[in-house]
């Protein structure tokens, strides 16, 4: 069974190398991989970082195209595999996504689609959260709430996808949601592996954030084309949380209680998405961190992929300062693991971890106060606070000035 792995990108050298990295790393784990590379003739050096790997990249194309989907679309006409993905070039893979994924395939030839858990991490690598609102498969949740899937984190049959007839080009914002839907539309059978596949980069530049009104209007209209309710749920539901964005970030009196209200009118026209998610409220532990919810698991499992960084030797977590009593199980890149009982508030650890494949690295566990400026650490969020225990786990990496910095309480 052979994979074939599509990246678009477009003047991202920033990133796209931990991308790359991230995909071969998986091929010594399941070397059955041919590497897509499509580039919309990027000016900033994007082209030479993919160059650098040579024939490691089976085929690299640069050339302007019409958009992410159109450059989605025209690397996997260059496709020769059985199972089809894309990994934008600001994220990337765990280590051996590709022979979990592949195992699954394999055993069960009725599936079409498979997708699995996800991580979100800001542009330098900070870990946000775990991709709780993931669930199991759910055709009517899909097509008419919420897109529950992690693109980063989802692989479909080719045979599937020729049915779709590709990504749609009429849709610059949540193609990917849309082709889900088709996808459903058409039979597709979805599986869902609660295992951790990818890694999400989350950050102010990209196109999710900056999408705004335009991109509100494109998921409105893909919800009332796929949807199976009378109402579009997922439209207000969408519509709720960038509202709630736009009043955490506005500085005018008026324009915050405009868009607070606007927010809570959108978020009661989701009702629907309201009860379901309260039904299942206390359903969703992944690795003990719920988001949104006020309770922890008694063991705790922080797992994230590294892929070498000469400048960055350190990772650091930082949990919140009441998790007395807690076992913690770091993991990095699918071993090492830590565990450790936690009995002291605003504790620092550091642990070395030697056996590493890559590079020996610094795990460093800090404890946090109520909010997140205790460690001088609030601009790198985007001047987010954090008030609850579970809804967040911060990693990132430093180097040892930044970190002798960021620990000055």
């Given at each position: 069974m052979k994979f074939s792995i599509v990246t678009p990108t477009y003047n991202h050298k920033k990133y796209i190398d931990t991308t790359i990295k991230s995909v071969l790393e998986n091929k010594k784990h399941y070397p059955n991989v041919e590497y897509i590379v499509i580039d919309g003739n990027s000016k900033d050096g994007t082209q030479d970082v993919v160059r650098s790997y040579g024939s490691e990249i089976d085929v690299f194309i640069s050339e302007p195209d019409n958009g992410q989907a159109d450059a989605i679309n025209k690397g996997f006409t260059h496709a020769t595999g059985d199972i089809y993905a894309y990994i934008n070039s600001d994220d990337y893979y765990y280590p051996e996504t590709f022979k979990k994924v592949a195992k699954i395939f394999e055993e069960n030839s009725d599936i079409d689609v498979v997708y699995g858990n996800c991580t979100f991490v800001s542009e330098d690598e900070q870990f946000f959260r775990y991709f709780t609102e993931i669930e199991p498969y759910d055709e009517y949740r899909l097509r008419s709430c919420t897109d529950f899937i992690m693109q980063p984190a989802c692989f479909w049959r080719?045979?599937?996808?020729?049915?779709?007839?590709?990504?749609?080009?009429?849709?610059?914002?949540?193609?990917?949601?849309?082709?889900?839907?088709?996808?459903?539309?058409?039979?597709?059978?979805?599986?869902?592996?609660?295992?951790?596949?990818?890694?999400?980069?989350?950050?102010?530049?990209?196109?999710?954030?900056?999408?705004g009104d335009v991109r509100l209007s494109e998921l409105?209209?893909?919800?009332?084309?796929?949807?199976?309710?009378?109402?579009?749920?997922?439209y207000y539901s969408y519509s709720s949380g960038e509202y709630k964005t736009q009043y955490n970030n506005s500085n005018l009196i008026n324009?915050?209680?405009?868009?607070?209200?606007?927010?809570?009118?959108?978020?009661?026209?989701?009702?629907?998405?309201?009860?379901?998610?309260?039904?299942?409220?206390?359903?969703?532990?992944?690795?003990?961190?719920?988001?949104?919810?006020?309770?922890?698991?008694?063991?705790?499992?922080?797992?994230?992929?590294?892929?070498?960084?000469?400048?960055?030797?350190?990772?650091?977590?930082?949990?919140?300062?009441?998790?007395?009593?807690?076992?913690?199980?770091?993991?990095?890149?699918?071993?090492?693991e830590i565990i450790r009982e936690f009995k002291n508030k605003n504790l620092i650890l550091i642990y070395q971890i030697k056996n590493l494949s890559q590079k020996n690295i610094d795990i460093k566990l800090s404890f946090l106060k109520k909010e997140f400026k205790a460690f001088g650490l609030k601009n790198k969020l985007f001047n987010r606070k954090i008030n609850y225990a579970s809804t967040y786990i911060m990693c990132d990496i430093y180097t040892e000035d930044e970190m002798r910095e960021c620990l000055i309480n």
């Open positions: 080719k045979e599937i996808y020729d049915k779709c007839e590709g990504f749609t080009k009429d849709f610059h914002f949540g193609f990917d949601w849309e082709m889900w839907c088709r996808m459903a539309k058409h039979g597709a059978k979805f599986h869902y592996e609660p295992e951790l596949f990818a890694v999400n980069r989350e950050f102010e530049e990209t196109k999710t954030s900056t999408g409105k209209k893909i919800n009332k084309l796929h949807m199976q309710s009378l109402l579009p749920y997922a324009e915050k209680i405009r868009l607070r209200l606007k927010a809570l009118f959108y978020r009661f026209l989701s009702i629907n998405n309201m009860i379901y998610n309260h039904k299942n409220f206390n359903k969703q532990n992944l690795y003990g961190i719920v988001h949104h919810s006020a309770f922890l698991e008694q063991n705790i499992k922080l797992s994230i992929p590294y892929y070498k960084n000469e400048n960055n030797p350190y990772i650091v977590m930082v949990l919140q300062s009441h998790l007395k009593g807690q076992k913690v199980n770091v993991v990095i890149n699918n071993e090492n």
